[in-house]
């Protein structure tokens, strides 16, 4: 089952983004090279992983853009088009703490309501880790570099800009607790 939700994954991503907005398809294919590598911490969930990674932003896509807040749009499109794996959906919603941003959006409590959190922190910190160390064009990089850049992108005083800074302490800590996890593993 896991290999062929990651190949639909892919399928559906690459359908969604590559035409219309290469460059976020070619982060979302590096964020999933990156939960690639989160295997060994993951057991289990690995292939859960790597398909909300490739699908995470997926609700930036033109033809899904509803409320204009991707997170949410993304879910809608995966659980209404796709009839998609619940916990994927909620991942997707809620991916590198959307609710921060949907609070800013007005949108916190719809999101809440259609796609609760997941109760499982070290699978929504490893989506978060992987998102957050993945540069707009797919490249490597740190959770500070990639902050930095979105302010730098959307300024500070933007949405995006005010929901970064918020997140900001969020998304270190979550970037750490996946880094000691990983450390923590037999090599």
Known sequence: MTKMMLAWA????EK???APLPRRWAHSQGVAARASGLGRVLAGDAGLLSAAAVLHDVGY??????????????????????????????????????????????????????????????LVDALVYCDMMTTPDGGRTTAEER????????????V???????????????????????????R
């Open 10 to 13: 892919n399928q559906v991503a």
């Open 16 to 18: 969604e983004l590559s």
């Open 61 to 122: 896509a033109p033809r899904l853009a509803e409320t204009g807040f991707h997170p949410l749009d993304g879910a809608r499109f995966l659980r209404d088009e796709h009839n998609a794996d619940e916990r994927l959906v909620r991942l997707v919603a809620n991916h590198s703490f959307a609710l921060l941003e949907a609070e800013e959006r007005g949108l916190r409590a719809a999101l809440e309501c259609e796609f609760p959190l997941l109760e499982e922190p070290l």
């Open 147 to 158: 902050v930095a850049e979105i302010l730098g992108r959307y300024g500070d005083d933007s």
């Open 160 to 186: 995006v800009g005010r929901f970064i800074r918020r997140a900001a302490p969020e998304i270190f800590a979550a970037v750490g607790r996946v880094e000691a996890a990983l450390a923590a593993q037999p």
